[in-house]
C-alpha cells in the first residue's frame, strides 16, 4: 500500500524539542499532516522508551498504534476530512563521537528496529558506555562501526542509518565530519547499511552526483524538533504495511518501494551555503575558494556549507545525475505558505485558524500541498493562497539561501 513516511523525529526527551512531543500529539499531527508511519524518536531514552511500552500496542508486524484509551485522546482533536492510518515505528538517533587513526569523527545515526525486545538490548549496551539519560539523543564516545555492531547484535532486523549525511557536523560527508566516503567511515561493515539520509539543506540530485551512493537507498526526513515540523521533509513508500516490508525496499534500494522524496528546498536549509553567521556573511563555493575560506570580515575560516561539499565530492554533473536521482516533490509546509501571504507570523492566530480552516475544509497537510485541486484551495482560503501552492507545484519559487546555521528566505 501507498503511504507517507517520516522516520526521524524527536520526543520532549531530547534537547532543544518541543514539551507537546508525546506519543499522543504526535498521532494527531501526524494524521494532520498526513503521515501514515513515524518514527518514535529517542527509543534509548529510560523515561521516553517507559511511554511507548504503555501507549502503544502492536499494529502490524514491527509496526505499533496508540492503545484504545490514547488513541481516543488523539482522535479527538482530528477533523474528519484527515483522519487516517497513523503508525509508529521504533527509532532513535544516535550521537557519536570518537577518534580512529588519531583523528577525531562525530556521526549521527538513526536506528530503526522491529521489537521491543531489540530495543532492550540496545538500550542496555549503550548504557554501559555513557548517559543515555540526560538526552534523547544521546552523545556517546563509541565508534560507529562499533555502534552498528551492537545494534546488529540486539537483533540482525534492525537498520542503521546515517542521519543528514550533508550537514557540516555530525554529518557523515560533512565538511565538519572527517570523512569522505561511505567505505571509509564502516569499512568492512559498509555490506549492513543500507539506507542515508540526505538532510534538508541537500537534494536527491545533489546527492545523486556522487555515484557512490547510488548503491543506497536516500531518505528524507523531518528531523522534527516541535510537532509542526513534522513531514517537513517526508518519503512516499508503497510497502507491505510492516517493519519488514519496510526493511525489505530499504535494503533492495526498490524504487518501486521507494516511490519518492518529499524535500525541502535544499536551498532553504541553514547550511546550504557557505558562510559566517556572525559577520551575516554568505559564500557561494566559488566565493569560498577565492578567498580561501576565510571571512573577509572577521578574518576566521568560515563554514563549509552543503553545497560546497557536494561538489568536493561529486564525480558526475548535475546533468548527469538526474539519470540516477530518486523521484522528488519539492514542498513548503503549509503553515510558511500562510506566513508570507498573509504577512503574518506562523504563530499568529489568524495564521493558525486559516492552517486548520483549510485542513478541515480539504484534508491532511501534504493532500492540500501535493493533490487537492486548487480551485477547492481557493474556495478554503484566498486567491493568493491558492495561487502560492500551485507556484509552488510547478517550482516557481524564489530562495535566498541559507547558510552556517540560518535558515534560507522563500519568496513566491
Request: charged share 20%; with cysteine.
Amino acid at each position: 500500500m501507498q503511504y507517507i513516511a517520516d522516520f526521524h523525529i524527536h520526543s520532549k526527551y531530547s534537547h532543544a524539542t518541543s514539551k507537546f512531543m508525546d506519543l499522543v500529539a504526535l498521532s494527531r499531527w501526524g494524521q494532520l499532516k498526513g503521515i501514515g508511519v513515524m518514527g518514535t524518536g529517542d527509543f534509548t531514552h529510560p523515561i521516553w522508551q517507559k511511554e511507548l511500552k504503555s501507549q502503544l500496542v502492536l499494529s502490524e508486524s514491527g509496526l505499533f498504534e496508540l492503545s484504545s484509551e490514547f488513541k481516543q485522546l488523539a482522535n479527538a482533536s482530528v477533523y474528519d476530512s484527515c483522519k487516517g492510518l497513523q503508525r509508529f515505528i521504533l527509532s532513535a538517533e544516535i550521537s557519536t563521537v570518537f577518534k580512529r587513526n588519531g583523528r577525531c569523527y562525530r556521526t549521527h545515526s538513526i536506528i530503526l528496529a522491529p521489537s521491543f525486545e531489540a530495543v532492550e538490548g540496545i538500550t542496555k549496551q549503550l548504557a554501559k558506555v555513557g548517559n543515555i539519560i540526560s538526552d534523547g539523543r544521546p552523545i556517546l564516545g563509541l565508534d560507529v562501526k562499533d555502534l552498528v555492531k551492537i545494534v546488529l547484535t540486539a537483533s540482525p532486523d534492525c537498520m542503521v542509518i546515517p542521519a543528514h549525511i550533508w550537514t557540516p557536523w555530525y554529518g557523515l560527508l560533512g565538511s565538519k565530519s572527517g570523512f569522505d566516503s561511505v567505505y571509509e567511515c564502516f569499512e568492512e561493515l559498509t555490506d549492513h547499511i543500507y539506507a542515508l539520509e540526505k538532510g534538508l539543506s541537500a537534494s536527491m540530485l545533489m546527492s545523486a552526483q556522487v555515484c557512490e551512493l547510488d548503491r543506497f537507498a536516500i531518505l528524507s526526513n523531518s528531523d522534527a524538533h516541535s510537532v509542526q515540523n513534522l513531514g517537513r521533509e517526508a518519503n512516499i513508500m508503497n510497502t507491505a504495511l510492516s517493519y519488514e516490508g519496510i526493511a525489505n525496499a530499504l535494503r533492495a534500494n526498490d524504487k518501486n518501494g521507494l516511490v519518492a522524496g518529499i524535500e525541502f528546498f535544499p536551498e532553504r536549509g541553514k547550511y546550504y551555503g557557505d558562510g559566517h553567521r556572525a559577520c551575516n556573511a554568505y559564500l557561494t563555493p566559488e566565493q569560498a575558494k577565492a578567498c580561501n575560506g576565510i571571512c573577509a570580515i572577521c578574518g576566521k575560516p568560515v563554514t563549509v556549507g552543503v553545497l560546497n561539499r557536494v561538489s568536493q565530492l561529486a564525480n558526475r554533473s548535475l546533468k548527469e545525475a538526474q539519470m540516477y536521482a530518486r523521484k522528488s516533490y519539492r514542498v513548503v509546509p503549509l503553515l510558511d505558505i500562510l506566513s508570507t501571504q498573509m504577512g503574518l507570523s506562523q504563530t499568529s492566530q489568524k495564521v493558525e485558524k486559516m492552517y486548520h480552516h483549510i485542513l478541515k475544509n480539504i484534508g491532511s497537510e501534504f493532500f492540500v500541498l501535493l493533490d487537492a485541486p486548487i480551485q477547492d484551495i481557493e474556495k478554503a482560503s484566498t486567491f493568493e493562497i491558492a495561487s502560492a501552492v500551485e507556484r509552488l507545484r510547478a517550482g516557481d519559487v524564489l530562495v535566498t539561501p541559507g547558510y552556517d546555521g540560518v535558515y534560507g528566505k522563500l519568496q513566491f
